[in-house]
């Protein structure tokens, strides 16, 4: 299945860990942000996560850096969608990129009742 960008943001000084680096928490929480936008789109409507999984951190960031956030649709279930996300630092004042996390999301999608309901074909 296809790659999405799904979200592109700097990273500030609110996004450092006490050493100075860009805190892992931040990047997982881009990518949840990303992959969710993915899964919402793609099951027209409310999804949440269900569970965050296989996080690796290859590669370091910056502040100032910019982090580009990628998902595809690894799996779909009869109300779910496994999403793999990973994110690319690219440094501020130049074009070097490097892979800083990935990790894979499941969401399930909800109805106006906030239950599962059936996934609707995502075309991808």
């Known amino acids: 299945m296809a790659e999405h960008l799904v979200i592109r943001v700097t990273a500030m000084p609110t996004d450092l860990n006490p050493y100075g680096g860009v805190f ?14 993915l899964a ?3 099951g027209q409507g ?3 996560v269900v569970a965050a999984t296989d996080f690796t ?9 910019e982090l580009s956030v990628y998902a595809e649709v690894a799996a779909t279930g009869r109300t779910s969608l496994t999403i793999h996300a990973r994110g690319v630092g690219r440094e501020r004042n130049g074009e070097a990129e490097t892979e800083v996390v990935r990790g894979t999301f499941k969401f ?3 109805g106006a009742d906030d239950r599962p309901r059936p996934l ?3 075309g991808e």
Do not use: E, I, N, Y
Not at 24 to 37: D, N, Y
Not at 57 to 65: S, Y
């Open 40 to 42: 919402s789109r793609l």
């Open 57 to 65: 951190f290859p590669g370091a960031m910056a502040v100032g850096d």
């Open 46 to 48: 409310k999804a949440v």
């Open 120 to 122: 609707a074909h995502t």
């Open 108 to 110: 399930v999608v909800l």
């Open 24 to 37: 892992g928490g931040w990047l997982m929480s881009q990518l949840a942000l990303g992959a969710g936008s």
